[in-house]
Antibody, heavy 118, light 107 residues
Framework: VQLGESGGGLVQPGRSLRLSCEAS????????MHWVRQAPGKGLEWVSR????????DYADSVKGRFTISRDNAKNTLFLQMSALRAEDTAVYYC????????????WGLGTLVTVSS | DIQMTQSPSTLSASVGDRVTITCRAS??????LAWYQQKPGTAPKLLIY???SLQRGAPSRFSASGSETEFTLTISSLQPDDFATYYC?????????FGGGSKVEIK
């Protein structure tokens, strides 16, 4: 089982960035997928989730209206489109999966760092 | 939103010690609680789900209990590999929320 994030980097406030997470080693379309982030030296914050077929999504209030989660089951890939980025969005973003029976994060990617700074 | 409060935030202990970490929820979450271990520079790892069920592959020295609003994670005999930060997470309702973390340091 592997989850591999990409797309992080340095971006100016107000700009956009798109994160990707490529999944392998399991049936991607059997699992709900999530993004969880961790600001430098801080704790974990759940960001967003998407159901199996992408028909249902949820967001933390801190990113609602600015971030969009999506998935491409044919390519085993999860996305996070981030817009209107703020300094407080600076964090390592982890791609995680949860079984449909419980919203627990049983596999995590290595994470990708997003730094929002001018 | 359900607030999760962990204590202590930092704990100093020695190899072989029995260690207990507490997690409190701001409202009842039944048994919808998970525990994660995170080492510096790495992703968290699931240890416990449904308040007391050990994740496959997690060492048996980890145990957990609790329900409603009070939960505990216990390490029966602390090993060198256990020095890390531990987080609880509720999955009773969205938004999913984590505790602030409990760092277990070497005494």
């Amino acid at each position: 089982v592997q989850l591999g994030e990409s797309g992080g980097g340095l971006v100016q406030p107000g700009r956009s960035l798109r994160l990707s997470c490529e999944a392998s080693g399991f049936n991607f379309d059997y699992y709900w997928m999530h993004w969880v982030r961790q600001a430098p030296g801080k704790g974990l914050e759940w960001v967003s989730r998407i159901n199996i077929d992408g028909s249902s999504t949820d967001y933390a209030d801190s990113v609602k209206g600015r971030f969009t989660i999506s998935r491409d089951n044919a390519k085993n890939t999860l996305f996070l489109q981030m817009s209107a980025l703020r300094a407080e969005d600076t964090a390592v973003y982890y791609c995680t999966r949860s079984p449909t029976t419980a919203t627990i994060f049983d596999q995590w990617g290595l994470g990708t760092l997003v730094t929002v700074s001018s | 939103d359900i607030q999760m409060t962990q204590s202590p935030s930092t704990l100093s202990a020695s190899v072989g010690d029995r260690v207990t970490i507490t997690c409190r929820a701001s409202q009842s979450i039944s048994k919808w609680l998970a525990w994660y271990q995170q080492k510096p520079g790495t992703a968290p790892k699931l240890l416990i789900y449904q308040a007391s069920s050990l994740q496959r592959g997690a060492p048996s020295r980890f145990s957990a209990s609790g329900s409603e609003t009070e939960f505990t994670l216990t390490i029966s005999s602390l090993q060198p590999d256990d020095f890390a930060t531990y987080y609880c997470q509720q999955y009773h309702s969205y938004p999913l929320t984590f505790g602030g973390g409990s760092k277990v340091e070497i005494k």
